[in-house]
DNA sequence: TATATTTGATATGTAGTACATAAGTGCATT
DNA sequence: AATGCACTTATGTACTACATATCAAATATA
């Protein structure tokens, strides 16, 4: 009766518990019969005898993509397929106190790639508006140190709105403790040459380019820091 | 004896289960007592006594911790801290089978946004081997078409790997599948005007924006797609 | 007939017991 | 000292029992 299936192809001995499979069995179920959201599925006890586990096992696997927003279950109902929050999910892992330093380089690197590509999405769907936006934000650049960095979130914060892009934004919003993080271990905080208000200008001026290379400009002190660790 | 404290902010009704809660729990205990891996942890019916619950319950909790590779567990030796592959978890959820489209298009975005910010990462990493290596993969460009797909991941994914940046490039080959997904979904494949050659001789000039400017030629029709949805 | 209420059935949520299994620990024997 | 044995312990799995919420059908009421 034991559900471990033949096409076992013989990896490292790694013990999967009946919770793992029983998880893995579950999704592939899933995926083959197209589920969509909404669609309703077996209950505990019905897919515990045709798998041949216990109802407990089942229950294993299925907190964990209850946990994952993959199913939803409510009391006699029984189980539905819901829309997972990717990202809602992904920042339960993206908590700095438990990724390495390595991985929370890299991430910070990520962050700087973004921001250097978002040009690309933020032209295109720039408006006026948004521009007096930005610019607002940037006048109150120049308070006590103390709300420098709640300025630069919210400056950058509002360049990934304007993208339109809720996956961009809410990413970048994740990225952010990281990045916080990664920057308070560095020593000194140095000041890019361009300000957020320059940035605005360069903005107004529509020209792609020269926000990019304004932006590099407003990152450098990041990037350098890069350089003297390769 | 009910585990539920007082500092839980009264948001939306949202009935969690005791799983839930212990999930919880066990999370802010880790990084309240900043347990690091490796770090031996209380056994199950020990944490099932401290927080009034039955072992079952702990147990689904903790399954959900073991998934995410936040524990791990050996028989007799209990349980202790790991160090969680964030990525792999990750990539559970990037399923495009049950992603909804807005979302797809979302990623869809980030990763063109990645490809236009990654030469600041590439330029100063870039040896000549790379180029060579770059150029190897380009020749083969031009051969049929079944092909074309696996060689532009293969080009590209090079890139990635070329910044060093092993984060980055798990991150990119995660999104490949939705980056296939979501091409499928439009209609016919157009090439830009750039292809990976012209790249590749873009990248031995040394010239940073110029290589930029090439690879916007070369998504101009992804590019291209994502106006008309505006 | 239509609406409101009650009742019953059902699936999940939680608790508890039991036992198999793996893996340390320490004792005994050589 | 090294090997082998029994003992102990924590996890993994199975099973039972019951509370609770909720749907559905039957009943009562206007």
Redesign the interface.
């Given at each position: 009766m034991l559900p471990l299936d033949a096409s076992n192809n013989l990896e490292p001995i790694l013990s999967k518990t009946m919770?793992?499979i029983v998880?893995a069995r579950l999704r592939e179920n899933?995926?083959k019969r197209?589920y969509k959201p909404g669609d309703a599925l077996p209950t505990e006890m019905e897919m515990a005898q045709s798998l041949g586990v216990s109802r407990?096992v089942v229950?294993?696997?299925l907190?964990?993509l209850r946990?994952?927003g993959?199913v939803e279950t409510k009391k006699k109902r029984g189980m539905v397929?819901a829309?997972?929050d990717?990202l809602g999910?992904?920042e339960?892992?993206?908590?700095p106190?438990?990724?390495?330093e390595?991985?929370l380089r890299?991430?910070f690197?990520?962050r700087?790639?973004?921001?250097?590509?978002?040009?690309?999405?933020l032209f295109?769907?720039l408006t006026d508006e948004h521009v007096a936006e930005l610019e607002k934000i940037a006048a109150d650049e120049l308070t006590a140190d103390n709300f420098r960095i709640q300025n630069e979130i919210a400056f950058h914060g509002k360049l990934y709105e304007i993208?339109g892009?809720?996956?961009?934004k809410r990413?970048q919003s994740m990225l952010l403790p990281i990045f916080a993080y990664v920057v308070a271990l560095e020593e000194k905080p140095i000041r890019g040459k361009i300000s957020h208000s320059g940035l605005v200008d360069l903005l107004r001026t529509g020209n792609k380019?020269a926000f990019r290379q304004g932006m590099?400009e407003h990152l450098r002190p990041h990037?350098d820091r890069?350089?003297h660790q390769?």
């Amino acid at each position: 009766m034991l559900p471990l299936d033949a096409s076992n192809n013989l990896e490292p001995i790694l013990s999967k518990t009946m919770a793992d499979i029983v998880e893995a069995r579950l999704r592939e179920n899933f995926r083959k019969r197209n589920y969509k959201p909404g669609d309703a599925l077996p209950t505990e006890m019905e897919m515990a005898q045709s798998l041949g586990v216990s109802r407990n096992v089942v229950r294993e696997a299925l907190s964990r993509l209850r946990m994952l927003g993959i199913v939803e279950t409510k009391k006699k109902r029984g189980m539905v397929m819901a829309k997972p929050d990717i990202l809602g999910s992904f920042e339960k892992l993206l908590d700095p106190f438990m990724i390495d330093e390595a991985t929370l380089r890299d991430i910070f690197e990520l962050r700087l790639v973004l921001e250097m590509g978002l040009p690309d999405l933020l032209f295109p769907r720039l408006t006026d508006e948004h521009v007096a936006e930005l610019e607002k934000i940037a006048a109150d650049e120049l308070t006590a140190d103390n709300f420098r960095i709640q300025n630069e979130i919210a400056f950058h914060g509002k360049l990934y709105e304007i993208t339109g892009n809720q996956t961009l934004k809410r990413f970048q919003s994740m990225l952010l403790p990281i990045f916080a993080y990664v920057v308070a271990l560095e020593e000194k905080p140095i000041r890019g040459k361009i300000s957020h208000s320059g940035l605005v200008d360069l903005l107004r001026t529509g020209n792609k380019e020269a926000f990019r290379q304004g932006m590099l400009e407003h990152l450098r002190p990041h990037f350098d820091r890069l350089q003297h660790q390769l």
